[in-house]
């Protein structure tokens, strides 16, 4: 069975599916999604320890060769995308059950449980697969199934957001599928190893050249970088809680993997970063993006509001790392992407908490929390400290890489307007610790309770995964490098 | 023999175009709604008809020709009663013919202001 | 023969689309879109015999059911109130200039 | 080679004729049409690369030597049922956008969200003043 | 030059489409822009996709947007309009694709990389390696047999999307007296009844062919699939919806959905318990051929009930929206008479 761990990673959510449907009672299709999620972390950690031993794993499906049949190429980016996305499902999968009672209706709950490992099967196919198009049907899975979870909240506004995002990423997707059928043309073949093999002969093509900026524009308008981010904001505030710290912690991440793909793996880096001048246009895009969602997510009144803006600089933080193609700047990238998973997938989990209690979520309802709820308020100021980047949590780490990477490229200005952007996340971070702790609770709210046990697990799960990973640093920067430099054909 | 096969299905095809393409003057060239429908009804099915036939005569295989004369019997059998529906439920929701509506215009307005 | 067969379905599908681009009523639309999906059926069955292989007449069928079946839908769903023909229907249904 | 390109110009016409009806149109069921027009002149793009010049269709016969090639026709198979998909998806969300905005226009419906959040805004200050 | 016509005559109606204001026509447009592509379909040799995009593109989802329209209003207002901005995005866009064709292989070049690489040993070999004649379905049921999956599992989410989004809870009592008022068509028509009664043995009886043609010609389960829905929904359109629930269950045909992936994804389970990958049909019978036909039949068989069920699901999730809307117009119209 250990042979076929690397499609068992998918099909055991997208299986499980399906015979949710079936088992009709909500607190039973919890449970089994659970463990169908817990199963597909355990088989992602193996896989993980597989790669970093033994190298690329390669899975022929069907048992037909690679070019012609679809084939699953796990190495150790892969491996690390798969461990990110499947852990940090089944720990927001824990909470569902508590969370959803109060924001979706009852007979809804089987549906939003099938969606959400639907949602799962979709990135972790999308990870997985070494087949371009295999690509976008996995990536069409995930959307859909994002569409329909994201409308499932509770404000009408959570439609229009929901409509929007449908409306931008089947575009997105379409210019992938458009880009796709521009290399296949010119390559004859769709399997990623293969695409790479080939497309260095036909790189000087005029058609090349259009089918990259087919690719790079559809995946940053799901990555939703800087120009093209309009969607985000509204769908991760309107969606119900569960799915925001699900989506926040995930899905702007297998972006970000499917753009390293495409411009390391599929298109070359010589290609990407010659021929094409992506480094100063990505990093140009990145800092903008900083400091325009930072300055934004200081004037929202919704936390939510407040932390999806946030979400979007600090993705401009990774293009920043990405575009300057070097082993240190990938690594800062994808340690960012494993760290702004944690503190994402913690905040969010919190938020949820508190939107379980008090229902509400603009800043005024945080108000005296920090004493009604300390336990909830302190993971999100932890959170909130690893977002700025404070020593001993994991966002020092990953900013301490980036600045290191562009020092290293000799970048100074531009390290200094990372700090500079930092400083505006304190601003913000400190709008909610003067909310929670320094103000008084509004006169007719009534006075709430800490979050429950089936909150607080997987918030201070992340939480202490936060701090851990912040101060022992080996375990992930060993694999971001190791991933890195297997981009860059380095040998260890 | 094949002289004939050609010919004659040379000839079904030819009427069979004929009256495609009259009927689709008259769809365009006709005054109203009705007056349209009769053109398009009349000459589509037997247009159509006329050019199935004619591809009958010269297939080959015998499973194309079933087919042709599947799809031959599903015009004949659809063509009509699309077109009696349609006149229908044009009638229903008062929609009147130009020659009718130009003398109870009158009527009609008053009626329809009504609802 | 088969080609001038061919361009005839051809001139009756411009004509049909141009009566459905100008309406004017909503019944004008439905019949051009139904006479579209006749001479549909008859270039696919003439396209094989064109193109040498007459063996995929299969979807000359479903394409005939499928017209039908749509026709059909249009009718039943165009039958509510903000579907009824109106007298001043004919002026407001006119393309924009 | 203004001939032998033609055809690629075409469906490019068409995919940017469904993609200015997406961005330029406020209506929620013109855009899902447009979406439509623009996916399915991507798959008569794929379509027509796959065209060999004296090709037919992939079904193996006897006497036949050239075929067109079967893969985008599978890729396109496999995208079509995606396009029905999203719109059938996207036509529920207009449904409930309706249901809930009484309106399926861009703007009207941005701009009672606005409203709303002025809204918001100003009972939020008046707690705030009170408090 | 028939490809050169049709693509005119798609370049019209896309122009039609962007300019007309009524939706109703503009739908309409829609279905005909559907047959249209799907003749080219059949003019480039693309015979199993013409079949599917008649099916779906002109069929269903024209189907499915009349019914929105019926809920929504068919007028398009024209006050917001931003042409300029988008225009200049399209003219990029579009410009960026044209010269990306100035380096592309000329249309129906043989010697095009695509028709060097991958596509030959499917041409060639196909038959030995699979045995099915239609070499479209042995590269989607075999060779590309994960991406099905993909498309399967694609339309089971938006079958579910649909129902999370659509599906109204409501008692059987107000199903009666809601349906009731709505069956204006199958007491107007009498003709169309009886011919649609002549008609929908017919279309099971075809829906099934495709299903086990698709080896062999143009067909397979997803067609298949389609079209034996389709039928439903005729019966559905004509004799009303309470009575079409009363022959097919809600809760039987999600559950159909379900067992169709099930199927499809056991297939593959069961090559693996084989000793085999996910998907090598070599390792079900004791021959590979006899393996590879037994796969690619039990997989279309598990695409045919997922995509009839689903297409049913979506189907009945927006005609029963439809009603409850007619029902609680007609209530307030009452209410303010």
């Known amino acids: 069975m250990i042979a076929h761990l690397p499609i068992l990673q998918v099909i055991i959510p997208l299986m499980a599916a399906p015979i949710c449907l079936m088992l009709k009672r909500a607190q039973l299709v919890w449970l089994f999604s659970l463990i169908a999620s817990g199963l597909a972390f355990a088989i992602s950690i193996l896989l993980l320890q597989q790669v970093m031993t033994s190298g690329v794993i390669s899975y022929e499906l069907g048992g037909w060769q690679a070019p012609w049949g679809i084939e699953y190429r796990i190495d150790k980016l892969n491996a690390f995308l798969l461990l990110i996305v499947s852990g940090i499902s089944t720990v927001v999968l824990f909470a569902a059950q508590t969370s959803i009672e109060k924001e979706i209706p009852k007979n809804k709950h089987v549906y939003f449980y099938i969606l959400y490992l639907l949602s799962l099967t979709g990135m972790l196919g999308i990870v997985a697969t070494g087949d371009a198009f295999n690509v976008f049907v996995f990536l069409e899975i995930s959307s859909l199934s994002a569409y329909a979870l994201i409308a499932m909240g509770k404000n009408r506004q959570a439609l229009w957001a929901s409509y929007q995002y449908l409306i931008m990423g089947t575009i997105g997707a379409t210019f992938i599928l458009i880009g796709i059928g521009l290399i296949y043309q010119m390559t004859g073949t769709l399997n990623m190893y293969d695409l790479s093999q080939r497309l260095p002969e036909v790189a000087q093509t005029r058609t090349v050249f259009a089918a990259f900026a087919f690719v790079i524009v559809g995946v940053c308008l799901k990555l939703a970088m800087f120009p093209l981010h309009l969607w985000l904001p509204n769908a991760y505030a309107y969606a119900p809680s569960i799915v925001t710290a699900f989506f926040a912690a995930t899905a702007t991440k297998v972006a970000v993997y499917l753009l390293i793909r495409f411009t390391f793996s599929v298109f070359g880096l010589s290609f990407s970063f010659t021929t094409v001048p992506l480094q100063t246009l990505f990093m140009a895009l990145g800092l903008i993006g900083i400091f325009a969602a930072s300055t934004s997510a200081i004037y929202q009144r919704n936390v939510k509001h407040l932390f999806a803006y946030s979400s979007i600089a600090q993705i401009g933080y990774m293009i920043v790392g990405f575009s300057l193609s070097t082993v240190t700047g990938l690594t800062a990238t994808l340690l960012h992407l494993f760290n702004h998973a944690l503190m994402k997938g913690a905040i969010f989990l919190a938020l949820a908490a508190v939107i379980y209690r008090v229902g509400n979520i603009e800043l005024n309802n945080l108000r005296g929390l920090g004493r009604q709820m300390p336990l909830t308020m302190a993971a999100i100021v932890i959170g909130g400290l690893s977002l700025i980047g404070v020593p001993l949590t994991v966002g020092f780490v990953s900013k301490w890489y980036l600045l290191m990477a562009l020092i290293e490229q000799g970048w100074w200005p531009v390290a200094v307007l990372i700090l500079l952007g930092s400083m505006l996340a304190v601003v913000y971070v400190w709008r909610i610790v003067e909310a929670a702790y320094f103000k008084a609770p509004l006169d007719n709210s009534s006075p709430v309770k800490e979050a429950p046990m089936s909150f607080l697990i997987p918030i201070w799960t992340l939480i202490i995964a936060n701090i851990y990973f912040g101060i022992d640093t080996r375990l992930s920067v060993q694999v971001a490098e190791a991933a890195a430099q297997s981009l860059f054909g380095v040998s260890l | 023999m094949d002289m004939i096969i050609t010919i004659s299905s040379g000839f079904f095809l030819l009427i069979g175009s004929f009256l495609c393409f009259s009927g689709a003057i008259g769809l365009l060239r006709f005054p109203d709604f009705y007056t349209r429908m009769h053109a398009v009804g009349v000459t589509d099915t037997l247009g159509a008809g006329m050019i199935l036939v004619g591809l009958m005569i010269i297939s080959t295989d015998f499973l194309v020709f079933a087919k042709l004369a599947m799809v031959l019997l599903l015009t004949l059998l659809i063509g009509p009663t699309t077109s009696h529906v349609l006149a229908k439920a044009a009638f229903h929701n008062g929609l009147t013919p130009k020659s009718l509506s130009n003398q109870e215009k009158n009527n009609k307005e008053i009626s329809s202001s009504n609802t | 023969m088969l080609i001038a067969a061919t361009l005839a379905i051809f001139v009756a599908m411009i004509l049909a689309i141009i009566r459905g681009v100008i309406g004017p009523t909503l019944y004008d639309r439905i019949l051009a879109v139904n006479m579209f999906g006749t001479k549909t059926v008859l270039l696919i069955s003439l396209l094989g015999f064109v193109m040498g292989r007459p063996e995929f007449l299969d979807i000359a069928i479903v394409y005939a059911l499928i017209n039908f079946i749509s026709v059909i839908g249009v009718l039943r769903y165009s039958d509510t109130n903000q579907f009824k023909h109106s007298p001043n229907d004919n002026e407001s249904l006119k393309k924009e200039p | ?131 | 030059m028939i490809d050169i016509i049709l693509l005119t005559l798609l370049v019209v109606v896309a122009i039609a489409i962007i300019r007309m204001k009524d939706l109703f026509a503009v739908v309409m447009l829609l279905g005909i822009y559907g047959l249209l592509s799907a003749s080219f379909f059949v003019a480039m040799d693309a015979v199993d996709v013409a079949f599917t995009e008649a099916a779906v593109g002109a069929g269903i989802s024209t189907l499915l947007m009349l019914v929105v329209i019926a809920m929504t209003g068919r007028k398009e207002k024209t006050n917001r309009h931003k042409p300029l901005p988008a225009l200049c995005i399209v003219l990029i866009t579009g410009g960026l694709l044209i010269y990306g064709t100035f380096d592309m292989p000329h249309f129906g070049a043989a010697d095009a990389p695509i028709h060097q690489h991958v596509a030959p040993r499917y041409i060639n070999d196909s038959m030995a390696e699979v045995g099915v004649p239609n070499i479209v379905t042995s590269v989607l049921a075999s060779y590309r047999a994960f991406d099905t999956f993909g498309e399967v599992v694609v339309i089971f989410t938006a079958g579910i999307g649909v129902l999370t989004l659509l599906s109204v809870a409501r008692r059987k009592e107000d199903a009666e007296k809601i349906s009731s008022i709505n069956d204006s068509m199958h007491e107007q028509h009498l003709v169309i009844r009886i011919v649609a009664k002549m008609l929908i043995p017919f279309i099971f009886l075809f829906a099934l062919y495709v299903q086990f043609h698709g080896d062999f010609g143009p067909g397979g389960g997803f067609q298949a699939g389609v079209i034996f829905a389709a039928a439903i929904i005729l019966y559905a359109m004509l004799f009303g919806l309470n009575t079409a629930r009363k022959v097919i269950n809600q809760t039987f045909i999600q559950l159909i959905a379900a067992v169709g992936v099930l199927l499809y994804g056991s297939v593959g389970i069961v090559s693996l318990m084989n000793d085999g990958n996910f998907f090598n049909y070599n390792v079900l019978a004791s021959d590979p051929i006899a393996g590879q036909h037994l796969g690619i039949l039990l997989i279309e068989w598990g695409v045919g009930c997922t995509v009839a069920s689903v297409m049913m699901i979506i189907f009945f999730s927006f005609a029963g929206r439809l009603e409850l809307h007619q029902h609680n117009e007609r209530v307030k119209n009452q209410e303010s008479s």
């Open chain 4, 1 to 131: 080679m203004l001939m032998d390109l033609f055809n690629h110009w075409v469906v490019i016409t068409l995919m940017m004729s469904g993609l200015y009806i997406v961005i330029a149109h406020g209506n929620l069921i013109k855009k899902i049409v447009g979406l439509s027009v623009f996916q399915t002149s991507v798959f008569i793009f794929y379509i027509s690369m796959a065209k060999v010049d004296g090709g037919t269709a992939p079904i193996l016969a006897d006497d036949i030597v050239q075929y067109s090639n079967p893969l985008p026709h599978v890729l396109i198979l496999t995208a079509i049922v995606v396009g029905i998909a999203t719109t059938a998806l996207g036509l529920s969300l207009v449904v409930r956008i309706k249901e809930a905005y009484g309106s399926i226009e861009e703007e009207s419906i941005q701009q009672q969200d606005n409203q709303q959040q002025d809204n918001n805004a100003h009972a939020k200050r008046k707690q705030e003043e009170e408090a």
